[in-house]
C-alpha cells in the first residue's frame, strides 16, 4: 500500500524510522519531507544571495521554497492510498497538517489512520481508527501485509 506520513516537523527522525519499519514489512512510504532538511524557512545573508543568484527579496526566495515543498507534499498526499496522521494534543498547533490533510483525504474515500489521541473533530470520522501506539498501529499494518501474500 502507497502510505503517506503526516506530523510536526519535529519528529521527522522518528517517523524516518517508522517508515522504514513499514517498508520492511511491503508498503512503500512517499514523503519527501522526512528527508528534507533545509531549514523551515530559509535566510539567506548576502554573501550566500549571490552565490545563488537570488536577486530581489529574500522572503520571495523563502516563498518560492515553500510553495515547492507544498506542491510536491500536496502531490504525494493525493497519490497515497492512506495516510498515518501522528497527533499530539499537548503541542497542536493551527499550522499543524494532519487534520487538514485528513479532511481532503477523508473526501476523496482514501484510508485514514490516526496514531495518539484524537483531538481534532477531523479526528473522529467513523471510519478512521486511532491506535494509541506506533507499535499497536505496525502490528495491525503487519497483518493486512501477511493478508496479502
Known amino acids: ?10 519528529r521527522r527522525d522518528e517517523l524516518r ?17 522526512l528527508d528534507d532538511d533545509a531549514p523551515e ?10 552565490v545563488l543568484g537570488i536577486q530581489g527579496n529574500v522572503k520571495s526566495r523563502a516563498e518560492m521554497l515553500e510553495r515547492g515543498r507544498a506542491n510536491r507534499a500536496f502531490s504525494e498526499v493525493m497519490d497515497c492510498e492512506g495516510l498515518i496522521a501522528f497527533t499530539d494534543p ?5 499550522e ?6 485528513g479532511g481532503v483525504l477523508w473526501q ?7 496514531v495518539g489521541k484524537r483531538y481534532h473533530r477531523l479526528h473522529f ?8 501506539t506506533w507499535q499497536s498501529f505496525l502490528r495491525m499494518m503487519a497483518g493486512q501485509a501477511e493478508m496479502l501474500c
Open 1 to 10: 500500500m502507497r502510505l503517506y506520513l503526516t506530523a510536526r516537523r519535529d
Open 17 to 33: 524510522t517508522y517508515r522504514d519499519e513499514l517498508i520492511a514489512i511491503g508498503h512503500t512510504v512517499t514523503c519527501s519531507w
Open 41 to 50: 524557512q530559509p535566510e539567506f545573508d548576502t554573501q550566500q544571495r549571490g
Open 90 to 94: 499537548q503541542k497542536f498547533t493551527f
Open 96 to 101: 499543524e497538517s494532519n487534520a487538514i490533510y
Open 108 to 114: 476523496h474515500r482514501k484510508k485514514i489512520w490516526i
Open 125 to 132: 470520522f467513523d471510519d478512521v481508527p486511532a491506535y494509541p
